[in-house]
C-alpha cells in the first residue's frame, strides 16, 4: 500500500505511464500488451499478486487510465478504464 501511495503521489506511475504510451501505443491494445509486458518482466521480482497487481501495476494503469480522461469520478471510466482493469487483472493471474 505504501509502494502504491508513493507511486501516485511522487508522480512515478504518471512516468512510467507515459513511457509506457510512448513506446507500444498505436492502438489501446498496445497499452493492455505493455501492462502485460510490465507485469511479466516484474513477476519474478515480486513473488506475490496481490505486491504486484494491487501496489505496482495498479497506479500505473491508473495513471494511463486518467491520462486518457477516463475517470470513474467523472463517469467517464468505460473510454480505456475498464479494459485497462481487466488487462491488469488477468495478466497478473497468468504471470
Given at each position: 500500500i505504501i509502494i502504491s501511495r508513493g507511486l501516485l503521489k511522487?508522480?512515478?506511475?504518471?512516468?512510467?505511464g507515459y513511457l509506457l504510451i510512448s513506446l507500444f501505443v498505436k492502438r489501446t491494445l498496445?497499452?493492455?500488451?505493455?501492462?502485460?509486458?510490465?507485469?511479466?518482466?516484474i513477476g519474478p521480482v515480486t513473488p506475490s499478486n496481490t505486491a504486484r497487481g494491487g501496489a505496482i501495476v495498479h497506479p500505473i494503469m491508473k495513471s494511463i487510465a486518467l491520462s486518457y480522461d477516463s475517470d470513474p469520478e467523472k463517469g467517464t471510466e468505460g473510454k480505456?478504464?475498464?479494459?485497462?482493469?481487466?488487462?491488469?487483472?488477468?495478466?497478473?493471474?497468468?504471470?
Open positions: 511522487t508522480g512515478l506511475g504518471m512516468r512510467i498496445g497499452v493492455g500488451y505493455s501492462l502485460a509486458l510490465a507485469d511479466l518482466v480505456i478504464g475498464k479494459y485497462l482493469t481487466l488487462v491488469n487483472f488477468h495478466s497478473n493471474v497468468i504471470t
